[in-house]
């Protein structure tokens, strides 16, 4: 497991180094960095899986980010072409790699790279990974098969658009986490625990994802159930976005073993506060169990969701981490600042704009 993150003169990031635990929480104002941290992650994966980072370099566009050329990244005010990124795992175990910024390159060449190749076994470099993009795979009335020589069976792909296939090949399979199991579900088979997760989005859903091998193409369906009736199925198209936006969610983390990396931009797009809040207890709980969860988010119900995870003992507080980004006074670098979770789920310090609009508005409308 990833334990931290150092940044050197990479976008607005000077010098800033940032705990990971098993649940992070990236937060804070627009354009300030958060997206920053998961690029740098990200552009050391797919540099590995491109046969660059080892020896050649960093690659700035390929099939998870696309960053422009060295210039885009660069640090405004670095005092020297170079970026820096280090690692520190569990254990204490690190590796670093420095690149050259010099010229308008696509692939910075590497400088240096120190640290044992070992840690190119890890989740970020390897499997189990997952990595869910902001903009996701919306409804459609079909889904992609996925390039199976490059990803396999078991990618969702950075926009989910591969679920409906993966969750259609591997319905019946047991969650490999059995402590992750709902209560209401009838048995540990990962579409039977995918549905009753999903009822915090809608309750009495039930998933359908038919493969059409001879088209490279899978169907989703929805239908639901209550108390004395059963729907017909319906296409993702006519139940709105948040089945198919929560549906990689749940999946990915359902899939995922001890060890596994998952990384998330706002989840809580398209959702109400209560499923917010119940996803980000199935993040907490999965955490808790050796899957660290990196999350990018814009929610005060995730933060809080969080919060009552501790609470109710789904996770210990030490397994968490809540970091807010906002610009620096002094020039165009972004200051990081950690509030930590107490065992009781409350939070030790609220800077300025940090999930306090709510109080502000509410101070308006008592005026």
């Not at 591997?170 to 402590?179: A, K, L, Y």
């Not at 998933?207 to 009736?229: K, N, R, T």
Request: aromatic share 8%; net charge negative.
């Amino acid at each position: 497991m990833i334990r931290e993150i150092h940044l050197k003169n990479f976008k607005c990031f000077e010098d800033q180094a940032f705990a990971i635990g098993g649940i992070t929480l990236l937060t804070g104002l627009n354009g300030m960095g958060k997206s920053s941290l998961l690029q740098a992650l990200l552009l050391l994966r797919q540099s590995h899986r491109m046969g660059l980072l080892k020896e050649r370099g960093l690659a700035l566009n390929g099939e998870l980010v696309g960053l422009g050329s060295a210039r885009d990244v660069l640090f405004l005010e670095a005092g020297e072409d170079e970026i820096a990124f280090e690692l520190t795992f569990e254990g204490g175990s690190g590796v670093a790699w420095r690149f050259s910024c010099a010229g308008e390159s696509t692939v910075l060449p590497l400088v240096a790279a120190i640290g044992p190749d070992k840690t190119l076994d890890t989740s970020l470099f390897g499997e189990p990974f997952h990595y869910l993009q902001a903009e996701r795979t919306g409804p459609r009335i079909s889904f992609q098969v996925p390039p199976l020589q490059t990803l396999g069976d078991r990618q969702l792909g950075k926009a989910g658009e591969y679920c409906a296939y993966v969750l259609a090949v591997h319905e019946r399979e047991n969650i490999p986490i059995r402590e992750l199991g709902h209560p209401a579900a009838v048995s540990l088979g990962l579409r039977d625990q995918v549905e009753a997760w999903i009822a915090a989005v809608s309750p009495g859903t039930r998933i359908h994802a038919v493969p059409y091998p001879d088209m490279d193409l899978v169907s989703l369906q929805f239908s639901f159930v209550g108390e004395g009736f059963v729907s017909d199925r319906y296409r993702a198209t006519n139940v709105g976005f948040g089945l198919t936006y929560a549906l990689p969610l749940i999946v990915a983390t359902l899939m995922s073993p001890p060890g596994a990396l998952l990384l998330v931009e706002n989840p809580e797009a398209h959702l109400h506060p209560r499923a917010q809040i119940k996803l980000t207890e199935l993040f907490a709980r999965a955490a808790a169990r050796g899957v660290q969860v990196v999350l990018e988010t814009h929610s005060d119900h995730v933060l809080n969701g969080l919060r009552l995870a501790v609470h109710g003992g789904h996770i210990p507080p030490e397994k968490t981490r809540v970091h807010f980004f906002r610009r620096s006074r002094a020039g165009m670098q972004a200051e990081v600042i950690s509030p930590s979770i107490d065992r009781r789920g409350r939070i030790d310090h609220w800077p300025e704009d940090f999930f306090d609009e709510w109080e502000k508005s509410l101070d308006s409308l008592l005026d």
